[in-house]
């Protein structure tokens, strides 16, 4: 039998092998949460202990989360993959289909301020629409502050400043 962290884990990598993309940190925790295995707190630390061993990689873009599966963590869930049981695995598809029913945002501006090799700080902003990139933008910060709010204001002025651009050079 599992312990409990097992089977959180193995319910987190199960959701991510059966995904068509990248899954949110905000996604596997509303599963897990709406279904009650676990708090927020055991499963955070189920995710990282999974990051720290290689069998999930994790990027953050716009200040969100995205987890994939590795290569690692196929290999660990097909031994352990029938731990789980067919109740779970069946909650998970039908989670995962919801998901892909979703109708994906028109419009995505995303933004993400790093601190750029030099110590300074820079924010990308990019303006997408039905996965193609209208306008990929990079550009410097005074300051952290100042690169935390042009990314969090991107959204709201994403158009605005394409619409100037293109003003500008037509």
């Known amino acids: ?9 193995l319910i987190v990598l199960y959701m991510l092998q059966n995904s068509e993309k990248p899954l949110t940190n905000s996604q596997l925790s509303e599963f897990i949460l709406e279904k009650e295995y676990t708090n927020y707190f055991h499963l955070q630390q189920s995710i990282s202990e999974l990051v720290d061993a ?3 990689e994790m990027q ?31 909650e998970v598809q039908e989670y995962l289909q919801e ?3 979703q109708k994906p945002k028109r419009i995505m ?5 790093y601190e750029t090799p030099q110590g300074g700080y820079a924010v990308r902003c990019q ?15 005074p300051n ?8 969090r204001n991107w959204s709201r002025k994403s158009q605005d400043v394409y619409a100037a651009i293109m003003e500008e050079l037509l």
């Open 144 to 151: 952290k502050e100042a690169a935390r709010e042009i990314a």
């Open 1 to 9: 039998m599992a312990t409990p962290f097992t089977t959180y884990k």
């Open 54 to 56: 290689r069998l999930l």
């Open 60 to 90: 953050t873009i716009s200040n969100t989360s995205y987890y994939r599966i590795t290569t690692e963590g196929g290999n660990t869930l097909s031994y352990f993959e029938n731990d789980l049981s067919s109740d779970i695995r069946r």
């Open 109 to 113: 501006t995303p933004a993400d301020y």
């Open 99 to 101: 998901i892909r029913s």
């Open 127 to 141: 303006l997408i629409e039905k996965n193609t990139s209208l306008l990929d933008l990079s550009i410097s910060a």
